[in-house]
Antibody, heavy 120, light 112 residues
Framework: QITLKESGPTLVKPTQTLTLTCTFSGFSLSTSGVGVGWIRQPPGKALEWLALIYWDDDKRYSPSLKSRLTITKDTSKNQVVLTMTNMDPVDTATYYC????????????WGQGTLVTVSS | QSVLTQPPSVSGAPGQRVTISCTGSSSNIGAGYDVHWYQQLPGTAPKLLIYGNSNRPSGVPDRFSGSKSGTSASLAITGLQAEDEADYYC????????????FGTGTKVTVL
C-alpha cells in the first residue's frame, strides 16, 4: 500500500525559503521507474505542477519556477524534500506530493496535502 | 499558466450524461502524450480517475470514461450521481521548454 505525507511549516514570511518534506511508504525511490513529484493548489484555483525527481536522480522543474525550486531525495529515509526560495503571498497554497507511475507519466497516489500561508 | 483548457463548469441532473473537454496543443496532447483525469472532492486531495486516455484504475466505476482525439481529450460521466459533484482536472506532458507536466484549468461538476 502506497502512502505519502507532506510536512513542513504552515506559515512563512515573504522572502523566506520554504522547505517541505514528503515521507512515503509502500515503494522505494531506488526502484527503476519510480518518481515523486510536487504539485500545489492555491485556494480556489487549479493544480500546478512544481517539480519531480526520479529513482535515478533525474530532476525536472516547472519552467516558470525553476530558478526558485530544488528537489532532493533521501532514499534511506524514504523522503523527498522540496525547497522554494523567496516566498511571496501568491505562493500561498496547498502543497501535495505524489507518486508518479513513469510508464504513463501519471500521478497515481497523492498525499493529503499541507496548506502553506505566506504572510508577514 | 495552464496550457490545457477546460470549461469552468458543467452541470446535469441525476442520471444524465455530462462531458468535460480538455483542449491542448501540438506540444502536449497533439504530440501524442497521454491524458489523465483526476477527481477532487471538496477538501480532499485529487484522486486518479482515468489514466492513459481511457483506462480506469481499480475501483473507479465504469460510469467514468475517457477519450482522446487530436489536440483534445474528453471525460464522460454517465448516470450522473450526487457523489460525482467535484472538481475534475486533466493532466498531460508538454515537450516544450525542456519538458514539463501540465494540468488543466479544472471543471466544477454540479449535480442539479
Amino acid at each position: 500500500q502506497i502512502t505519502l505525507k507532506e510536512s513542513g511549516p504552515t506559515l512563512v514570511k515573504p522572502t523566506q525559503t520554504l522547505t517541505l518534506t514528503c515521507t512515503f511508504s509502500g515503494f522505494s525511490l531506488s526502484t527503476s521507474g519510480v518518481g515523486v513529484g510536487w504539485i500545489r493548489q492555491p485556494p480556489g484555483k487549479a493544480l500546478e505542477w512544481l517539480a519531480l525527481i526520479y529513482w535515478d536522480d533525474d530532476k525536472r522543474y516547472s519552467p516558470s519556477l525553476k530558478s526558485r525550486l530544488t528537489i532532493t531525495k533521501d532514499t534511506s529515509k524514504n523522503q523527498v524534500v522540496l525547497t522554494m526560495t523567496n516566498m511571496d503571498p501568491v505562493d500561498t497554497a496547498t502543497y501535495y506530493c505524489a507518486h508518479i507511475w513513469s510508464g504513463y507519466d501519471v500521478f497515481d497516489y497523492w498525499g493529503q496535502g499541507t496548506l502553506v500561508t505566506v504572510s508577514s | 499558466q495552464s496550457v490545457l483548457t477546460q470549461p469552468p463548469s458543467v452541470s446535469g441532473a441525476p442520471g444524465q450524461r455530462v462531458t468535460i473537454s480538455c483542449t491542448g496543443s501540438s506540444s502536449n496532447i497533439g504530440a501524442g502524450y497521454d491524458v489523465h483525469w483526476y477527481q477532487q472532492l471538496p477538501g480532499t486531495a485529487p484522486k486518479l480517475l482515468i489514466y492513459g486516455n481511457s483506462n480506469r484504475p481499480s475501483g473507479v466505476p465504469d460510469r467514468f470514461s475517457g477519450s482522446k482525439s487530436g489536440t483534445s481529450a474528453s471525460l464522460a460521466i454517465t448516470g450522473l450521481q450526487a457523489e460525482d459533484e467535484a472538481d475534475y482536472y486533466c493532466q498531460s506532458y508538454d515537450s516544450s521548454l525542456s519538458g514539463y507536466y501540465v494540468f488543466g484549468t479544472g471543471t466544477k461538476v454540479t449535480v442539479l
